[in-house]
């Protein structure tokens, strides 16, 4: 009945063949841009250090993606902030 009911709202499981555009999309992305998986991974790590200095997120919930829309490659990031923010630096130790 569910099943249905996502038809009649537009709702659609994910078939294999939409997730193997989605892989190739990506492969094709990575090949333009010139950014191995490896540093794809890297850059994300550091994106996830840089911003924890200022506002608390959920590290395993961010998303880091290449895509391309239309012609143009994009660096997509979809970070959840918690709602308490980081402590300030402290500035003691630049005196």
Do not use: C, F
């Amino acid at each position: 009945m569910s099943n249905l009911w996502d038809r009649l709202l537009g709702r659609r499981a994910k078939g294999s063949g939409a997730t193997a555009k989605q892989r190739l999309q990506l492969v094709l992305v990575t090949d333009r841009s010139n950014l191995s998986p490896e540093k794809l991974q890297q850059m994300k790590d550091e994106i996830i250090a840089v911003i924890s200095k200022y506002v608390h997120i959920s590290p395993e919930k961010v998303a880091i993606n290449l895509e391309q829309r239309e012609r143009d490659n994009w660096l997509v990031a979809d970070i959840p902030l918690l709602r308490e923010l980081a402590p300030e630096p402290n500035t003691a130790d630049d005196a």
